[in-house]
C-alpha cells in the first residue's frame, strides 16, 4: 500500500483559518504534508486557489511520486492507503449534468506514472483567463475523458471523503458554515 504524500493550496485568510488543523490532522496519520500558500488575502480568488494546487502539482510529483491534493479544510481522521496499482484517483459524480462538477476537485490522487494527466490538467488551468470557480473540476473532468483509458484509476467515496457526514470518512471536509461547527473542530 502507498502511503501519499498530501498536498493543499490556500490564501493567507484560509491557511490561518484551516493550515495548522490540517496539517496536524496529516502527519497524526503518517503523512507527509505541503500547504502551498502564495501569501495574498484574497478570499474573492477562490477559484484561483482552488486551481494553484493543480496547476503546481506536475512540479511535486517531481519530488513525491504518490501524492493526494485535498482541500484545506479537510481532516484526516485516518491513514489514507492506495493500493500500488492505481496511477490515479478520483472522486466521479458522473450523475451531474454540469461538466464542472463530474469529478470533485477536493480529493485526487496522482502517482509520477500519471504525470502526463497532471500536467493536461495545467496546462487546461493556464489557458483559462481569468480562472471562474469550478474550472479546476471541468479540467479534471475533460482530462479524465481524453486520457481515462490510459491510467488505472481508483474511483473514491464518500468512505474515503466526505462533507455530509462528520463522524464516518477518512477524510472530512467541511464546507460552508460547518466550517465553524463544533463537529468539524472535533473532527481532527
Not at 493550515?19 to 495574498?40: D, K, P, R
Not at 491534493?69 to 450523475?95: A, K, N, T, W, Y
Not at 467515496?157 to 464516518?168: A, V
Not at 477524510?171 to 460547518?178: D, E, N, P, V
Request: proline fraction near 5%.
Amino acid at each position: 500500500m502507498i502511503r501519499p504524500h498530501i498536498f493543499a493550496a490556500c490564501d493567507n485568510s484560509y491557511y490561518k483559518l484551516f493550515a495548522a488543523q490540517f496539517i496536524e490532522s496529516a502527519e497524526a496519520n503518517g503523512h507527509t504534508v505541503q500547504v502551498f500558500c502564495n501569501g495574498e488575502w484574497a478570499l474573492d480568488r477562490r477559484a484561483h486557489h482552488a486551481a494553484m494546487r493543480f496547476r503546481i502539482l506536475p512540479l511535486i510529483l517531481l519530488c513525491h511520486p504518490a501524492v493526494l491534493v485535498l482541500d484545506v479544510d479537510s481532516v484526516v481522521r485516518e491513514p489514507i492507503e492506495i493500493e500500488p496499482e492505481f496511477d490515479l484517483g478520483v472522486f466521479p459524480r458522473l450523475d451531474k449534468a454540469d461538466e464542472a462538477k463530474r469529478i470533485m476537485g477536493g480529493i485526487f490522487y496522482c502517482t509520477d506514472r500519471a504525470r502526463e494527466f497532471a500536467l493536461s490538467v495545467a496546462q487546461r488551468l493556464d489557458v483559462a483567463d481569468p480562472i471562474q470557480w469550478g474550472d479546476d473540476q471541468l479540467a479534471l473532468w475533460r482530462t479524465y475523458e481524453d486520457l481515462r483509458g490510459k491510467f488505472r484509476i481508483k474511483k473514491f467515496t464518500t468512505r474515503t471523503f466526505d462533507w455530509e457526514n462528520p463522524t464516518r470518512p477518512r477524510i472530512y471536509t467541511a464546507k460552508g458554515l460547518r466550517k465553524i461547527k463544533p463537529e468539524f473542530i472535533r473532527a481532527a
